[in-house]
Each structure stands twice: as structure tokens, then as C-alpha cells.
């Protein structure tokens, strides 16, 4: 060696291959996934729900026109007293009213206490399903859930809080409450009063 010659520090490169980059791209990718669901998909989920909301029942137009609507006209429709309805009979008012919704195809099925909703729309088909329940007059969803692509949207509880609020409130602009609601195989019995 010689003895002038100066030597050059050895540097060691800072890599950790191709398992490090995979890490961080994964805890990127968990971490995208982690801010989508707990900030941007209740937000989705709630202003989906006021838009189904507004388009069955709006609350921001003229008596004469959020009569005309299809929850405010189904419910003046509806006498006091016991009222059963069959499935045949839902899926055939909501053939009526479909043109008014943003879908292709809605087909409702009552089975084992819960309302079935299978929803074809922008080429894609998702299910909503509930119980129903009551309590101190208004009518209460039990173990909402939502299947499908409509899944990675929004969740069943925000969607379903925000369809419950407008259902009790036009009940109650319609001094109307739900006292019992049941479903059966097939059947929907509610139970109304007036106020």
C-alpha cells in the first residue's frame, strides 16, 4: 500500500430491499385504509342517507310536494289500525316509485323477522337487510346490514340512523305512531295510531 495514499471511508448504503419497501408500501396502504374508514366513510355513509332520504322523503319542500313523495304518500295511505302487506305487494309499489330512485331494480323479501332489499344499480347489485322493532312510538331497526359493493361505501348503522330519523319524523308531521311491527315469512303487519 502506499503510504500517501489516502483512504476513502467506507459508506454503507442505506437500503432494506425489497421486503422493507413491501412493509412500508403495506403500512401505507393499511394506513389509507384505516383514515378511509374511521373519516371518509361515515361521511359517505350520512350524505348517501340524506340523498335515499330526500329522494323517499324530503323535508325541505311544500306540504303539497313532500306529499306527493313516496314515504309520505305510502303513509297517508295507510288507515289506522292493523295493516298487513305482502312482499308481492311492497315489490309492486316499488316498481311505481322506482323511476323516481336512483336504481335499476329494487325486489324486497320478508324473511325469518327480517326485510330483505336486494338493489341493482350502476351495473352492480348489493342487499340491505334489518329487523324491525318498536319502541315508545317509533319504529327502530334491528341489526342493520349491508352486503355487496354498497359495503365498502357505507356503513349499515349511519345509513340506517339517518333513513330511521326521516321515517319517525314524517310519522310524526303526519301525527301518526307506529304502536307494533312484525315481519313474517313473506308478510309485514304494522300496527298505527293517530296522535
Known sequence: MRPFARRIPYRRRETTGCVGQLVRLGLGILLIGILYLLLIRPQISS???????DLIAPVSTPVEAADQAPLPALL???????????????????????????????????RDGR?????????????????????????????????????????????????????????NRQNRQIVDARITDGYLSIVTTSR
Open 47 to 53: 350524505a348517501l342517507g340524506r340523498t335515499l332520504a
Open 76 to 110: 297517508a295511505a295507510l288507515p289506522a289500525g292493523q295493516v298487513t302487506v305482502s312482499e308481492a305487494e311492497i315489490n309492486g309499489y316499488l316498481t311505481d316509485v322506482q323511476t323516481t330512485l336512483p336504481v335499476d331494480a329494487i325486489n324486497v323479501r320478508l
Open 115 to 171: 326485510a330483505i332489499v336486494t338493489i341493482q344499480a350502476y351495473g352492480v347489485t348489493s342487499v340491505v337487510s334489518s329487523g324491525v322493532m318498536v319502541r315508545d312510538g317509533e319504529l327502530i331497526p334491528l341489526d342493520p346490514q349491508v352486503e355487496g359493493p354498497l359495503a365498502m361505501l357505507i356503513s349499515a348503522s349511519d345509513l340506517s340512523t339517518v333513513l330511521h330519523e326521516r321515517l319517525n319524523a314524517e310519522l
